[in-house]
């Protein structure tokens, strides 16, 4: 009954490779967001979605793009990975902008 | 953008001891949240929190919005209570993160 979750926990690619990494919640909010954690530990929003509206922070490049089938799901779609995309990427939910809660987080490696 | 600053960055503690966390930010915000990142790499939410205070346990938080600071006291700290503590706050559906305080609790 684990309330937000991510597959794979662990991802270990090469640069160049498309990979996707799935979240879902099943607290029934209705905003999804997902954030980059470097190895310094800086947590970073990328993206926060709502079945009404996408925003995006500047600074994340358009090799990564979130895709929702449904509300209870958004996946993380991730081009031509560099070996600076190598962190730990959250997935989290909130009821319109209240509290957060996030997911276990998902190590990705780029080699 | 806004800017979330966190002190100390780094803390140590005796078993039992007591500490406060300060987070600082620079602009308006919708909201204000604590989390704890244990060891293993988990957010845990600690407090929501935009204004006020609330206690929980040996924890508590205060946000004071009009002067743009929140506090997290922790009592009698013990092992488990290492990791990083986070206060990210909220801009109108964006959540931005304070840059942490490193606790460590020796027994």
């Known amino acids: 009954d684990t309330a937000v979750s991510q597959t794979p926990k662990y991802l270990v690619t090469q640069m160049g490779n498309d990979k996707s990494i799935k979240c879902e919640q099943n607290l029934g909010h209705d905003t999804m967001y997902w954030y980059k954690q470097d190895s310094k530990k800086f947590l970073k929003i990328m993206f926060s979605?709502?079945?009404?509206?996408?925003?995006i922070n500047e600074t994340v490049p358009n090799r990564f793009s979130p895709k929702s089938p449904d509300k209870a799901h958004l996946n993380l779609h991730i081009n031509s990975l560099e070996l600076g995309d190598s962190a730990v990427y959250f997935c989290a939910s909130s009821p319109s902008s209240a509290q957060q809660f996030f997911g276990p987080g998902t190590r990705l490696t780029v080699l | 953008g806004i800017q979330v600053e966190q002190s100390p960055p780094d803390l140590i503690l005796q078993e039992g001891a007591n500490s406060t966390l300060r987070c600082n930010f620079s602009d308006s915000v919708n909201n204000l949240q604590w989390f704890h990142q244990n060891p293993w790499g988990q957010l845990i939410n600690l407090f929501y929190?935009?204004?006020g205070t609330k206690q929980n346990g040996r924890l508590s938080a205060t946000t004071v919005a009009t002067e743009r600071y929140s506090l997290l006291y922790i009592s009698s700290s013990q092992t488990t209570d290492s990791g990083v503590y986070f206060c990210?706050?909220?801009?109108?559906?964006?959540?931005?993160f304070g840059t942490g305080t490193s606790l460590t609790v020796i027994p």
């Open positions: 990210a706050v909220d801009i109108g559906n964006q959540f931005y």
């Open positions: 929190i935009p204004s």
């Open positions: 979605y709502n079945n009404k509206e996408l925003i």
